[in-house]
């Protein structure tokens, strides 16, 4: 069984994680992919660092015999489903998502039973039983894409992010029925704050994840997935930005372009509501624990594993024939 957080010290104390880490990775051919929401120490132990898109493609690739996925549940389960002979492991099985516990499976298929003659595509940011009835998966850094492959006059369902699904409607073009789901965290960055923040530092940039609600999108000079932020930031002149996405991402700007000042959107109130409590579960002592006890483990039962699997690929091949 799993031991609870509070034991985590005793076990631990004492061990350098990061030797350790990397000896336990050397033992057993483990590979750890890490969000880049995740602590920075979990980030600097990682042998990946991505979006959801990169992700995938790393868990769909890995020879590695086990995956340590440092990220949310529904990750981890996306590693299981493209790589069902390996051993998928969680630091914390607590590390959920309020995006994906918005859209229930039961609901959600009696949503699409009301819309027959519509393409599914869900957002990869939803459970495993989600994906099962979903055409195919998207990410927010191929969304629109994705969108864009299919005949002009195909009916489409999008899921479960309706801000993510206002977007990709608005840039290209298509009607959409939405599922109406939405994440935690990007939907309470503050317009006004950040109007406030920009008379501050006029010069700054302001960059935001597609999940943010419309508002906050109209200020954005840049809008894009966590990793086309991070590339926006390092490749463009500018010196300051205001970063519209949970904060863990604000390590890898800073790591890649030092000289530059990078600031956290504010919330509508005065907690760090920008970081996600999910993400955060996890840490460099569990990481260590999970690898060392292999557990907690994650299963996808066949039933479900089989057409989930077949609604990635479908992104997985659509996405390397558009060269993303």
């Excluded at 979990?42 to 690739?61: K, N, P, V």
């Excluded at 992010?161 to 599922?179: P, S």
């Excluded at 002149?237 to 991402?249: M, R, Y």
Aim: aromatic content about 6%; glycine content about 4%; charged content about 25%.
């Amino acid at each position: 069984m799993f031991k609870p957080t509070a034991t985590f010290r005793n076990e631990t104390a004492g061990l350098d994680l990061f030797e350790e880490i990397k000896r336990l990775k050397e033992e057993k051919n483990a590979i750890i992919l890490a969000h880049y929401y995740q602590d920075s120490d979990i980030q600097d132990i990682a042998d990946y660092i991505g979006d959801s898109l990169g992700l995938s493609q790393q868990a769909a690739s890995t020879n590695a015999d086990m995956i340590v996925f440092a990220g949310v549940h529904f990750m981890a389960e996306t590693a299981k489903i493209l790589s069902p002979s390996k051993k998928v492991v969680i630091p914390d099985l607590r590390a959920g998502c309020s995006l994906a516990d918005s859209c229930p499976p039961d609901q959600f298929k009696a949503f699409c039973d009301q819309h027959p003659d519509h393409t599914v595509i869900s957002y990869i940011n939803c459970t495993a039983a989600i994906k099962a009835i979903t055409d195919i998966v998207c990410t927010s850094s191929n969304a629109v894409q994705i969108v864009q492959s299919l005949p002009a006059d195909e009916k489409i369902i999008f899921a479960p992010d309706k801000n993510l699904g206002r977007y990709v409607m608005q840039k290209t073009g298509r009607e959409m029925v939405l599922w109406d789901g939405a994440c935690m965290v990007h939907e309470i960055f503050s317009r006004e704050k950040i109007i406030k923040l920009k008379e501050r530092y006029p010069s700054a940039l302001v960059i935001a994840h597609p999940e943010c609600e419309t508002p906050v999108l109209e200020l954005a000079n840049f809008i894009g997935s966590t990793t086309a932020l991070l590339k926006f930031s390092k490749n463009n002149p500018a010196t300051t930005f205001i970063v519209a996405t949970e904060s863990g991402i604000l390590y890898q700007m800073v790591k890649d372009s030092p000289e530059k000042t990078f600031i956290p959107a504010p919330p509508e109130n005065n907690c760090a509501c920008n970081d996600c409590p999910h993400m955060k579960l996890n840490t460099l002592e569990k990481i260590y624990l999970c690898m060392k006890n292999e557990e907690p483990s994650i299963d996808v039962e066949e039933a479900i594993r089989i057409p989930a699997e077949r609604s990635i690929r479908r992104m997985l091949d659509i996405s390397a024939k558009l060269g993303l």
